[in-house]
Structures are given as C-alpha cells and as structure tokens.
C-alpha cells in the first residue's frame, strides 16, 4: 500500500517554508514558497487571466477555470475545513479542471487497496460460498501487489463452475489520486491562504 497524502504530512513538509512573491501585477503572479537553502519540497504558484499553475517537486499541473483562479481555489472547497483541520480540499473536483499534467501518472494511479475492496465487496453482496471466496483469493486478490495489468488480468480470466464472473473488469475503476496530486492540491490552499494573509497585513 502507498502512502496517501493527508493534511498533516502536508503541514509538516512545510513547516519552515517562506513566501516569496516574484511578481504581483493583478492576475499575472508568481509566487514562490520554500525553505531557505534548499529547494528540497519547494513549489510556485503561477496565474494568468484564467490559468493557474503548480509547478514543483511533485510535478507540474495546470488548472484551468475561472479569470482569477485564486478565487476558484478559495470558493470551490467542499466544505469549510473541521475544528480540526486547516485546509479543505476538492481534489474530484479540481481535477475535471486540469488543462494539463506533465507525465501520464500525475493524477491517478493503481490502488491495491481499492482492488481488494471491490471483491471483498462483491463476495458479501453476492453471499459468496467458503469454495468461492477461497478460490478468488488464490486466483485473484493473490495478484493484486502484482500491479495492474497482472491484478486486472487475473479478474478478467477467473472462472468458477465454467462461468467468467468478472469478464468486464476493466471497465471497473481501481484507481485512487496520487499522492504528489494530493500534495499539490494542500499546496494550492496553503499558499493562497498565505498570500491573502500577507496581503491583509500589508494594508493594515
């Protein structure tokens, strides 16, 4: 099972980063946020009338939406964030947005988890005998570290009592977001956060 990019794994890779605004001319902004010495972790946020752009260690992603993207990031959360929670995120959402990911397994990836999840899942709905259940975990779930062509290949061969059960598997979703797209998503948030903070002080 891969990590999975939470909030507080966020925070704590940026705990010591500072702001550094490169360019502030209305829409068109650069800003850019790390720790000092090291551009271990470091990413910059870039808009222009319509666009914005994470570009960084977990990649370059290009949103696409409203004129002032800040503001798209700011009123397009789920929610507001829980008692104990800084940043909201809408990861499904923002995605529909994306105008472009600079390599093919930026935005999602093959999840095991939710792999096994679905059979383990169809077995109880489908009250599957003891024979049965045993016979997909040997035949099937034995195959899901194996990686997704392996793990759907599998599925799609699996036969019990001369039926093909799961003969249109791959038309079944057993992907979860990456973790880098995640990270990107708590770093859009934080940093617009930051921004309109340092905004707000300075016309005090």
């Not at 909030?7 to 980063?17: G, R, T, W």
Request: with cysteine; charged share 30%.
């Amino acid at each position: 099972m891969k990590d999975i990019c939470t909030e507080k794994i966020f925070l704590k890779d940026v705990a010591e980063h500072q702001m550094i605004i490169l360019r502030h001319e209305g829409l068109y902004r650069h800003i850019r946020f790390k720790r000092p010495n090291t551009i271990n972790m470091s990413f910059d946020l870039i808009t222009w009338p319509g666009h914005l752009c994470y570009t960084g260690d977990m990649g370059t992603y290009v949103f696409c939406r409203l004129e002032d993207m800040f503001q798209f990031f700011r009123s397009s959360h789920p929610c507001q964030p829980e008692e104990d929670t800084q940043l909201s995120i809408n990861p499904s959402y923002w995605a529909e947005k994306l105008a472009a990911v600079d390599r093919a397994d930026g935005l999602r990836e093959y999840s095991s988890d939710k792999f096994r999840d679905y059979f383990v899942e169809w077995m109880n709905e489908n009250e599957a005998s003891t024979e049965l259940q045993e016979e997909i975990e040997d035949n099937i779930l034995a195959y899901a570290e194996d990686g997704p062509e392996e793990a759907i290949k599998a599925a799609m061969e699996f036969e019990y009592e001369d039926e093909h059960l799961f003969t249109d598997f791959q038309e079944i979703s057993v992907e979860t977001y990456t973790f880098r797209y995640l990270w990107c998503c708590y770093a859009m948030v934080w940093g617009i956060n930051k921004y309109d903070k340092a905004k707000q002080r300075s016309k005090q």
